[in-house]
């Protein structure tokens, strides 16, 4: 019989576990039904961190932090009985994604240098520019993006905070990745080195 880390099921669970995190919290605090839902939610970030202990690559140590904070959010919650404080997630990752990125600028190899050379070893002088730049972008982004999802915690209004932590920053991350994209492919056909 296949171990719990084997099975495709886990990431899966806990992938849409992190993107349904707002309308999750949401819901729970509209139905007063965290008491029940926060204990699974921590066994699925506990879960997600086991399995990222596995895995390669340079966002490994950020999945795992972003693990870590929310299961420390669930918990406290739960202890605490004070759900506000699950609010304060969107915030804690954005927190840990600017420590990364933005951290990433003072070293020899940006974040997003280092993810463009898993696929193209031999990264152009003009690329390593290019990842630079793409990186102090999603510093600014995340920059702009937690201090919105920090307002809209200390606001109160689950309407304001699912809205903009549930739709809003996703739809602006999917917007910047496209974009970046966009913007990728046609330096790549003007200097194809």
């Known amino acids: 019989m296949p171990g719990l880390r084997s099975l495709p099921i886990v990431p899966l669970l806990t992938g849409l576990l992190l993107l349904a995190w707002p309308f999750l919290i949401g819901f729970g605090l509209a139905h007063n039904g965290l008491h029940w839902l926060l204990p699974l939610m921590a066994l699925l970030l506990f879960l997600r961190f086991r399995q990222t202990r596995r895995q390669a690559g340079p966002l490994r140590v950020v999945t795992q932090v972003v693990a870590v904070a929310g299961i420390t959010l669930c918990l406290a919650s739960y202890l605490l009985k004070s759900h506000q404080l699950l609010l304060f997630y969107p915030v804690v990752v954005n927190a840990v994604m600017l420590a990364v990125f933005g951290g990433s600028l003072w070293s020899a190899m940006p974040i997003v240098e280092r993810l463009a050379r898993l696929s193209e070893p031999d990264l152009p002088v003009a690329g390593v520019r290019y990842t630079r730049k793409v990186t102090q972008l999603w510093?600014?982004?995340?920059?702009?993006?937690?201090?919105?999802?920090?307002?809209?915690?200390?606001?109160?209004?689950?309407?304001?905070?699912?809205?903009?932590?549930?739709?809003?920053?996703?739809?602006?991350?999917?917007?910047?990745?496209?974009?970046?994209?966009?913007?990728?492919?046609r330096m790549m056909k003007r200097d194809p080195q």
């Open 139 to 185: 510093s600014a982004f995340f920059i702009i993006n937690g201090s919105i999802a920090l307002f809209t915690a200390l606001h109160g209004d689950m309407a304001l905070w699912t809205l903009w932590n549930g739709m809003i920053a996703y739809l602006l991350m999917g917007l910047l990745m496209g974009g970046e994209w966009l913007v990728r492919r």
